[in-house]
């Protein structure tokens, strides 16, 4: 064979080869965290994570946590949407299979080793994203399903992971193109379950239903007799509920009033059917005319996109200044800034008190929750550089930081597991 | 624009000087040394004398001709010699022993170099496919391409899906497609990756991150262009495919020329297939438990033509080729399935008709020092895209409910578009010296898109269809380059600089259903610059190009119902560099070829989609650098066996995140683009196996693509590229039943007929039967088998 002598070139390769592969000069090495022993031992902390895709992972921290974490080396159940936070006990439940590819509801848990694992899903036969559902106990639980009939609620077992039936409200058909019973509510109170009954139409490049008559309706169904107890109707705002893994109700455990959020139309955001939060008082069955609250009192054009209620006091975002989520130029940017303050709201006065904690994004949606005498909020803070959780305490009026995640992402979630 | 193009076209049109079919002939020692006053006689008459760089230049006519080198009185070579107008006649003799006043002449080695090694000795970092040769194997362009060092495609299924090609690490949008240099959208979806079988193209030329200068284009990562096959001779070929899935196929490809130079021809294909291969899929139950079982896909149906009609002149004086083309193509398309093949339909399609004629029109001047290469196209489109479904399916095909909302898909598509395309190309190159030229490329795009859809956007306010409003793209691209070549071109540089322009025109809606126009416009400059060092066996190149995309009208203006406008878009920008090594063995009847690229890509502004409720929206998002290498090796073992293999791994990762939260991802893998891959093939040649002059050819393929995740992972947990993955949970993996890889193995058998007309060929893909995922949960068929028959009329 004709050979030349390549040893040279074959050298200057390798040494391209090195010089392009070679090992980035940033430290790959794993943050260690420091346990913070004030932290209460008893509790696992379950933490979703997201990057700008919304994918991320789902943490669980136990002897490691800490008020500063970094999630780098930890392990994680990887997920393609992370936006998550319900929880019955040790089990959590999001909305779609952690590929976010298959509608329905997924479950997961914590295994042995205290690492978040995958442990069922239930699926939706309808293939958008309009599976809203309710974990009411580990064998009770209610979802809807558009293919299934828009007027069934299906039921299904939270442990089995199987559909169980359904509870049909054919009865409530107005005749609409689009009628669903439960697609954005599925409250539960004592045995009974309070379900937006949603009638209207849709044009094609909306995202709301129209209702023909602007006002919004809850269905109340009994679930020892098994019957429609009644449908109770409030006019003045339109559309109950916003994303289906996002409810915007709220139970408060101390009073039993019931508290929903109605978002109206958020294309057109109209004056005179805005955005409000309403309520059906403990062992009633229709809505309280007596009380609304109306966004246009503390902010507008605006919508309330979070609810939580405790000791008549409502826990939500009021934005400071004026949103639209359909606003032009870059969609969403603009509503997704850092303006979402956290507030409580006196339902007696109606007065909003801002808390002292970083204003939110809305790039999580999970509603604050009472644990242990706190109630945790969750706020992700582009300006402050803040993805984390504070506390408040509706006693004592004191607020301070439960956590931050350091370089860690958004946060997407968070529950609080007593082991 | 339109009237400038038209205005130069008439001026070249007219202008008629030279009748000519330039030859270049080179006379080398066997160094590569150019050997001056060597007498070239033609036809036996003495036509001139080598200069000093061993060059001569004169013009033939078609034909064969016979060639005397003299010296001295003494002939070195007589040879027939074989002109073909339209073509590069480049010829270059080697003697190898040649003394200076000497009578001893030992051997006399004849090379004609060919369109592909040209290319491929260009300073770019380039491969040629050439098909000229491979007409009797089945399938499409894309399974070829896929074989080819540092090219991945990925498709949705079988024939007809939708392909993306990744190339140097990028990939989609930045990677452009031509067919003969005008953009391949041009022709519709008859004439694409996933449909043009092989008999269709002369080659296809794979440009890796630096653009050449007739293809000037906003190609970020590069691009591909599809040569049409055409002939120099009168011929008739037609083509018949059987394959698995009630798949046909057919070519015919005819050429005739008479001696007035007038010619004409027809290319066309059809393509035919139920795709109706097997899937394994979830199925609920009554309880919602989801049960897996294999069933064959149900509406899949894709059904496509692509027949282009030419005639045209050649050497005349006005023109050496003057071509006019009338283009039809069609192309139905059932929709099974979603992106991710969860969601099943079984009722949407799409359907496209294309009407497309072209001119093309090729002459030198000034004594061949300037060539001119002009190609104009308008195309017109009329697709549809139905979805209005009031029922839905399951995988079994089984209505599974009724009276739903109509679209099976989204809320429901009654859409018909209408396009019209112009597109146009310049190239001229002016040869300066001996050794300096100059080019020059343009490219000119318009489109303009009108179209309604009642169960589409419709704005609230005005109840406009918002798809009524005229939608206008147009850009333009242009290339100045000077090529020089040094060391009696053993070394050849080219410096060039590009400009790019576009701009824009569309609806949008506000959030209170208003649709207004909106327009956009931008311009960018590129400069690239490349060297290329030959001397015998051993090819070296440089090239670098600051290359830009610019965002397409969609990506600004979005659908006003999925996506989002955002007219803040900017082009996206890249750095490319690329180092390519290429060294040849070779021995009497056998040669080993080794090559390598390097490559290194810094790009930023990369257009994302931004995943949102209710709307997405690109947004000019994240930055990346990569870099790659590749590695081919051809080994010709004797002449009945040939072998080889490649390898690409690509290291694409997330930089420069500025916002702190995210700052977690720097430094990771850019997820959902295979990072390692590569081929592995026999082929052998045996002769008189029932006549002397049959032959049989045995084929292996094997492909393997390594796992790759479809979401990102920070790097201090990423996996070892061979290593199971230990820190996390996860199932968003391709493929994510828990194997390393993805091996497939494809065999062929090709017999050729004594007479030299008939072929028959038998393949079977994916002989393993193995789970294939180019795309996350997205399963391409199992195995399938090809029966081919290729006949040549004349």
């Given at each position: ?419 | ?88 006649n480049h010829f270059t003799y080697h003697i190898p022993v040649y003394i200076e006043k000497s009578d001893k002449l030992n051997e006399v080695v004849i090379h004609n170099k060919s369109i592909k090694q040209e290319i491929e000795e260009s300073p770019f970092s ?667 009329l004349f």
């Amino acid at each position: 064979m004709k050979r030349n002598n390549s040893f040279r070139s074959a050298l200057t390769g390798l040494a391209a080869c090195i010089f392009l592969f070679s090992c980035s000069s940033e430290n790959d090495s794993k943050e260690e965290i420091t346990p913070d022993d004030t932290l209460p031992k008893n509790e696992t902390w379950v933490i979703y994570n997201g990057a700008a895709n919304w994918s991320g992972g789902i943490y669980a921290l136990k002897d490691n946590k800490s008020r500063e974490i970094n999630l780098a080396g930890l392990p994680f159940l990887q997920v393609a949407s992370s936006l998550g936070g319900r929880n019955l006990g040790d089990m959590l439940y999001k909305v779609n299979d952690v590929t976010n590819t298959k509608q329905g509801i997924n479950r997961m848990g914590i295994d042995a080793t205290g690492k978040i694992v995958d442990l069922g899903f239930l699926p939706s036969q309808s293939n958008a994203y309009e599976t809203n559902f309710l974990v009411a106990s580990a064998t009770e639980g209610f979802y809807w399903d558009k293919v299934r009939g828009g007027l069934k609620l299906q039921k299904f077992n939270p442990t089995t992971m199987e559909r169980t039936g359904e509870i049909d409200f054919s009865s409530l058909s107005e005749g609409q193109p689009l009628e669903s019973i439960g697609q954005l509510i599925i409250a539960k109170r004592d045995d009974k379950l309070y379900l937006d009954l949603l009638c209207g139409t849709k044009e094609g490049n909306n995202w709301q239903v129209t209702p023909p008559v602007k006002e919004v309706a809850i269905a109340v169904y009994n679930l020892t007799t098994n019957k429609i107890e009644n449908v109770t109707r409030i006019g003045g705002t339109t559309n109950l509920g916003v994303f289906i893994d996002h409810v915007l109700w709220s139970l408060d455990e101390v009073t039993k009033d019931l508290y929903f959020a109605t978002v109206g139309d958020m294309k057109t955001q109209p004056t005179d059917y805005s955005s409000k939060i309403l309520r059906i008082k403990s062992g009633q069955t229709t809505f309280d005319t007596e009380f609304e609250l109306d966004i246009k009192s503390y902010q507008f054009p605006a919508e309330f996109n979070r609810l939580f209620a405790y000791n008549n006091k409502i826990y939500t975002t009021i934005p400071s200044r004026a949103v639209s989520y359909y606003g032009g130029g870059q969609h969403g940017v603009k509503y997704r800034s850092d303006v979402w303050y956290w507030n409580e709201i006196d339902v007696a006065t109606k007065k909003a008190t801002r808390l002292d904690m970083p204003a939110d994004n809305f790039y999580t949606t999970q509603n604050p929750f009472f644990h242990n005498g706190e109630i945790y909020f969750l706020s992700n803070n582009t300006s402050e550089g803040f993805s984390g959780v504070m506390q408040y305490n509706p006693a004592t009026k004191v607020t301070k930081e439960t956590f931050r995640l350091k370089e860690s992402g958004r946060i997407q979630g968070f529950n609080i597991i007593t082991n | 624009m339109i009237t400038r193009i038209t205005f130069l076209f008439i001026a070249l049109f007219g202008w008629c000087l030279a009748h000519a079919c330039p030859v270049s002939i080179n006379v080398q020692d066997k160094n590569g040394k150019p050997i001056s006053g060597i007498t070239l006689l033609i036809n036996s008459k003495i036509l001139a004398v080598s200069s000093s760089s061993g060059v001569v230049q004169l013009d033939l006519d078609e034909g064969n001709h016979s060639i005397e080198l003299v010296k001295d009185n003494q002939t070195l070579l007589k040879e027939a010699l074989v002109v073909t107008c339209g073509q590069k006649n480049h010829f270059t003799y080697h003697i190898p022993v040649y003394i200076e006043k000497s009578d001893k002449l030992n051997e006399v080695v004849i090379h004609n170099k060919s369109i592909k090694q040209e290319i491929e000795e260009s300073p770019f970092s380039v491969s040629v496919i050439d098909f000229k040769k491979q007409y009797d194997k089945a399938g499409d362009v894309g399974d070829y391409l896929n074989r080819a060092s540092g090219v991945k495609l990925r498709t949705d299924g079988n024939i007809g899906s939708a392909v993306q090609i990744n190339l140097g690490g990028l990939q989609g949008k930045a990677v452009r497609i031509f067919k003969d240099g005008i953009p391949i959208e041009l022709f519709g979806h008859g004439f694409s990756l996933g449909t043009i079988p092989l008999n269709m193209l002369d080659r296809v030329e794979i440009y890796k991150g630096v653009m050449p200068i007739y293809l000037a284009s906003d190609a970020l990562g590069g691009g591909i262009n599809l040569v049409t096959r055409t002939s120099n001779k009168n011929f008739c070929e037609a083509s018949y495919e059987l394959v698995s899935f009630n798949t046909h196929r057919a070519t015919v490809n005819f050429f005739l020329q008479n001696k007035n130079n007038f010619y004409g021809g027809i290319n066309g294909t059809f393509n035919y297939s139920d795709n109706n291969y097997k899937v394994n899929v979830p199925i609920q139950n009554d309880a919602a438990v989801e049960e897996y079982s294999d069933v064959k896909r149900f509406h899949d149906m894709t059904r496509s033509k692509y027949v282009e009609a030419f005639i045209g002149l050649k050497d005349k004086t006005w023109a050496d080729d003057l071509r006019f083309t009338l283009i039809y193509s069609d192309f139905y398309k059932q929709i099974q399935n979603d992106a991710n093949m969860v969601n099943v339909y079984g009722k949407p399609f799409s359907y496209e008709t294309n009407f497309t004629g072209m001119v093309h029109y090729k002459k030198r001047f000034f004594d061949d020092k300037l060539k001119v290469n002009l190609l104009t196209n308008y195309s017109h489109f009329n697709t549809k895209f139905i979805d209005t479904a009031t029922v839905r399916y399951n995988w079994k095909g089984a209505i599974i409910a009724e009276n739903m909302q109509p679209g099976e898909i989204r809320a429901g598509n009654n859409q018909h578009l209408h396009y019209d395309f112009v597109s146009s190309r310049l190239n001229a190159e002016y040869e300066l010296s001996d050794y300096n030229f100059l080019e020059f490329s343009e490219l000119y795009y318009y489109q303009r898109r009108k179209g309604s859809d009642p169960l589409g956007a419709v704005s609230v306010i005005e109840n406009v269809d918002v798809l009524t409003i005229p939608a206008t793209y147009q850009k333009n691209n242009l290339a100045l380059a000077w090529r020089s070549l040094w060391q009696n071109t053993r070394l050849e540089s080219i410096l060039a600089a590009k400009f790019y322009q576009y701009q824009t025109e569309g609806f949008t809606t506000d959030n209170y259903g208003f649709a207004w126009k909106s327009s956009k416009n931008d311009q960018q400059f590129g400069y690239l610059g490349a060297l290329k060092w030959q001397k015998e066996s051993t090819l070296l190149k440089l090239s670098y190009e600051y290359a830009t995309r610019l965002p397409d009208e969609f990506e600004i203006f979005g659908d006003a119902r999925m996506v989002k406008e955002n007219l803040d878009l900017n082009p996206e920008k890249s750095h490319n560099v690329n180092l390519n090594g290429q060294y040849t063995l070779t021995q009497a009847n056998s040669s080993v070829t080794f090559s390598a690229n390097l490559f290194y890509r810094k790009v930023k502004d990369i257009i994302f989609l931004q995943l949102d409720i209710p709307f997405n929206r690109y947004i000019n998002y994240e930055k990346s650098n990569i870099k790659g290498l590749e590695i081919e090796t051809n080994y010709i073992v004797n002449k009945w066996l040939t072998t080889g293999f490649n390898m690409t791994y690509q290291d694409i990762r997330r930089v420069g995140i500025e916002e702190s939260a995210f700052k977690y991802l720097n430094d990771s893998r850019v997820p959902n683009i295979p990072y390692l891959f590569g081929n592995l093939w026999v082929n052998t040649t045996f002769t008189s196996i029932f006549n002397k002059t049959d032959q049989v050819n045995f084929t292996w393929n094997a492909n393997y693509t390594h796992r790759f995740f479809l979401v990102p992972i920070p790097k201090s947990q990423e996996p070892g590229l061979f290593e199971p993955v230990k820190e996390f949970q996860t199932s968003l993996i391709i493929p994510k039943d828990g194997r390393l890889g993805q091996f497939s193995n494809d065999l062929g058998l090709y017999y050729h007929f004594a007479d030299k007309k008939t072929t028959l060929s038998a393949e079977c893909r994916n002989v393993g039967n193995v789970k294939l995922y180019d795309n996350f949960n997205v399963q391409r068929p199992g195995r399938s088998f090809h029966f081919k028959i290729v006949y040549q009329l004349f």
